[in-house]
T-cell receptor
Framework: GAGVSQSPRYKVAKRGQDVALRCDPI?????LFWYQQALGQGPEFLTY????????KSGLPSDRFFAERPEGSVSTLKIQRTQQEDSAVYLC????????????FGPGTRLTVL | GENVEQHPSTLSVQEGDSAVIKCTYS??????FPWYKQELGKGPQLIID?????GEKKDQRIAVTLNKTAKHFSLHITETQPEDSAVYFC????????????FGTGTRLKVLA
């Protein structure tokens, strides 16, 4: 596995359901970012991890959004009680060192909330 | 608040011509500016980046220029090819106690054969 992988690639949820989105970064990458990309827009920063430490969660839009990376590799973004405005593509990116290093993006998870 | 403006939103050029995309950022402390190419159904891919201590950087057909005084930076693609067609995003690393990157709204580039 050479790149960042994300699963599922597509998720349809009914309003009010909880969802969990998974990111598998490139092995050995220290930094991990989550972004939200609305249709026709640029990615918007959600949160940043350095190893297992969540150093920045300033972009999470509400307390319904929660991210974790317990062992410093795989990360999960959880959204509770989904709303229609949560519909977007959720992108994960990892980088080898700190946040100035090149970010490698996964293909994203497209979330549709009905 | 922090903001990155990107122009134009769409750009069509003939194959072989040059394409220029411009971005303006608001945070004067920003010091790292990557450019990404995003193809349909894929995540963004870094194509070039520049740090604030450099005014210009070139990599084959792609170049980026940075004017810190004016707070703007530009992407230049020469000798465009059909495979350059994609959406391009500029970004700025926002300083201010966060690890946030601010992205522009994107430019859809079409290279006409």
């Amino acid at each position: 596995g050479a790149g960042v992988s994300q699963s599922p690639r597509y998720k349809v949820a009914k309003r009010g359901q909880d969802v969990a989105l998974r990111c598998d970064p490139i092995s050995g990458h220290v930094s991990l970012f989550w972004y939200q990309q609305a249709l026709g827009q640029g990615p918007e920063f959600l949160t940043y991890f350095q190893n297992e430490a969540q150093l920045d969660k300033s972009g999470l839009p509400s307390d319904r959004f929660f991210a974790e990376r317990p062992e410093g590799s795989v990360s999960t973004l959880k959204i509770q009680r989904t709303q229609q405005e949560d519909s977007a593509v959720y992108l994960c990116a990892s980088s080898l060192g700190g946040p100035y290093n090149e970010q490698f993006f996964g293909p994203g998870t497209r979330l549709t909330v009905l | 608040g922090e903001n990155v403006e990107q122009h134009p939103s769409t750009l069509s050029v003939q194959e072989g011509d040059s394409a220029v995309i411009k971005c303006t950022y608001s945070d004067s402390a920003s010091n790292y500016f990557p450019w990404y190419k995003q193809e349909l159904g894929k995540g963004p891919q870094l194509i070039i980046d520049i740090r604030s201590n450099v005014g210009e950087k070139k990599d084959q057909r792609i170049a980026v220029t940075l004017n810190k005084t004016a707070k703007h930076f530009s992407l230049h693609i020469t000798e465009t090819q059909p495979e350059d067609s994609a959406v391009y995003f500029c970004a700025a690393r926002y300083l201010g106690g966060t690890y946030k990157y601010i992205f522009g709204t994107g430019t859809r580039l079409k290279v006409l054969a």
